[in-house]
């Protein structure tokens, strides 16, 4: 309650402050890039996948306190998770891990569920598998206002 | 941890001797300035005191200066206040694309209500062209209003030359001289205005009031309604606080402006020559002369803005991405692209302001310590690819 | 001489430990509240802090508080905000005719642009008749704006009932309630209200400092265009000091209010009988059980107000003739002329408001002073005509 | 300088706190009387002439301050003066003797002129003298707003 009006909670400084996962995946088996620079975030994920397990993920951001640091909660939060599993990792899921996010900043966590999900797309792509690929929610407006107006 | 505080053009602390000033205000002297008796007619001239010592600072007359909630009610209260008043005979108003949110929001307001706005672009230094004014004015144009330095880039405008170009097309001219009152020179008559914002907590007054200086026969609207303080141009029991504190604020900075802005420079100037020789990829923002005398701001390439910051801040380096009003909202600076940047450099821009208390080793404390986090940002970003 | 200040109603002075708590964020935690650093970061949290106080005060949510530089914006606000957001869709507004002019001058400037007023008239004790509202109410009507407790006579209205038509007939209910809050309880769900203004300065806050009140979900425009501050719905640097002060004084009111509010009532219930006692041709203004704690309020029969103020004055007592806000202007008050009293006796009022600093001795001083002046103006009448 | 914010001069308080020439003079020689309540300030002014010199005057006054400063000031001025001298007083020779009015107090100023004026035409009515009669200027409009804005 004392800190509602502090922009980040203290995971996410924490996160933040020492970002897991920093970098590139040499040889990775999917990658997921999403946002530009207009909208002054941008997103690369890295995954390593053995038997439809991610073994590690890492990531590289260009963006707020929030994108970094949702980039680097999502990271921490696939690994040692199957496919299926990461797949359902929501946006939210990855803001809440992070104690919330203030509203003007959850669009970081749909990049990060974006980013994620693409990488996932990318590994099947690069499979074969294409069936199952899904529809890439990528590349939409990223920018959930604030609507709570009043 | 020793606090850097370089954000002064977001706000500045108020000087212990206004505080002083302001305190006999609160618990002694604390009359309606309203009432009657003498004990309200006292704090009534303190008011009239405090408007004699700003007016004093912007070579105007007392009663031309009209004390505001701030530097944001000065600018809604000249721009629709002269919209209002000009009504059904004028419905035009010029102001440029870089002004504070303060003009633009207002401009929008008035847009909205049927008043035509003219936004004028800026060069890549942030500047207005006279000649822009010129072609844009019309016997319909109520009011032209550019800011005097822009507080994001720091850049001066010419306002002298718009100021007689607004004259002589028959428009009244507003500045928002928020940025300039009590740091350079500000004189109502060279600069040719009809108008003039500015604000207490931004020359170590404090928060919550500013003024509106209005030339004798300019005729506006109120924006306030109720009571007939201010001469009836602006309702509400007056801040005698907060006024009193505005007045010493802006004697002390009469005195002391010419010498702390020569200090400024050297330190400005400084700190831009450092960044430059210990950070790559760096883009230097407004004119290089015309500026501000406190005022830095870069944009770093391949890095955002508001991670610097709150690297800075772990740092106990206090500074801001943009302005300090649109650092807690998404939309990247207007000002900087109006000026042309591409949005990826503008996304990762620092402004640097600096004063009264800023000294050469909160200077060295920025060098050691930004390289660093430019550095930490760097081998995190996407834009930069590493060799392989 | 020791001073008898017997003007609450118009300004109080600001408690110590309001003005301890403000201090702080002068000089030490001055920065910017939308600032990104957890500097600035503290300022905000300052305000939040005061929002919860000022919201626990009236028991509304915190994000439903609003601050402003006064009482005066927070009507003015509430006014034309509603009036601006409804705009195409309803056109009227009810009002009384003894709102403060914060509210009755802000609903002659809506007036002229358009939308369609009624004031409704008041007894003689100063009551609006609920049943006026109902009838005057239509599919039309946006806005009804009735005062909770009156300024000059002190005659608390029907907010409840009047809440409950508004409600009714689908319109928003503005009260002003400057003079109550901190006074008297006011809960903006027993009330009833969508929008509630009050005033830092009455009290014991600091001046240039208020709050309104807007129920979730309620819809009002902005006055005051430019930043983000306060949820985007009013721009301008936080005035920080001034909310810390609101919030510690609003929450030293809820402690302290019931107790002070039965100490006043003697206080009041002593002056009026003691003052009918001593002094012949008396007209007492306002009703005798709804009525603020602290009000007294006269009409001296044959004598003007001004110079029983100033002759008081001389012997160190501050009371008003009218409101304030219209002590330095010649209309005689709009509130006792609805009320039907005859123009000589609105002339002759005088209004004693009490409060903290109030004692016994005050009150005595008054029996002591006044009689001798009323008569010394009443030997120098010409409406008493001397026996010959 | 330093007191151009109080409402009253010094002049026009010591006239206030301590009025001169209260009362009524019994057998007066003309009467002037100007105002009324709605507008809020009375003023009676009783005159006694010898030879065309006036030589008392009284006066009476509901009103504020400065309605009872320029009663004060405006007898105490006529005494002494002839009748074509004393109808020479303006109402801004009153205000300046004063040491001048708050802009929305001149009316008062105006309101003693005509109440002199009034009461010399009185004499001059009992007296016969009806082509020494000027057109009263009294009960017009004694509110002089301050026009000037800006
Ligand atoms: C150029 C300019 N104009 C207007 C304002 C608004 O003034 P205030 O913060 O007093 O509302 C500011 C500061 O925020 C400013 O820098
Ligand atoms: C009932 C009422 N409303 C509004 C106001 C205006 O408030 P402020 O003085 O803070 O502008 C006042 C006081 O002057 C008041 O008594």
Redesign the interface.
Known sequence: M??????YSTKV?EH??D?RN???IENADGVG?VGN??C?????LYIKVDKGIITDAKF??????A??ATSSMVTEMVKGKTLDEALKITNAAVAEALDGLPS?KM?CSVLAEDALKLAINDYYKRQGMVSKVVVPEAEHDH?I?DEE?? | MKRVYLDYAATTPTRPEVVEAMRPYFTEAFGNPSSLYSYGQEAKGAIETARTKVAALINARAEEILFTSGGTEADNLALVGVAYASEGKKDHIITSMIEHHAVLETAKFLEKRGFKITYLPVDAYGMVNPDDVRKAITPKTALVSIMHANNEVGTIQPIEEIGQIAKDGGAYFHTDAVQTTGHIEVDVNKLGVNLLSMSAHKLYGPKGVGALYVRKGTRIASLMHGGEQERRRRAGTENVPGIVGLGVAAELAGEEMREEAERLIGLRDRLTQGLMERIEHLHYNGHPLKRLPNNVSICVG???G??MV?NLD?DGICVSTGSACSS???E?SHVLAAMGL???LV?GTLRFTMGKWTTEGDIERVFEVLPKIVAKLR?????LK?PR
């Open positions: 004392s800190d509602v009006w502090r922009l400084m933040f402050k970002p920093v970098g590139e890039h620079p207009v002054g975030d941008i997103m690369e590289k951001t260009f963006g707020c306190g994108a970094i003007v669009h920018h206002h107006e009043n | 391949f890095i955002e508001e991670s709150l772990l807690a909202s998404l990247p591409p949005p990826e996304h081998a995190m970003s996407p834009l590493s």
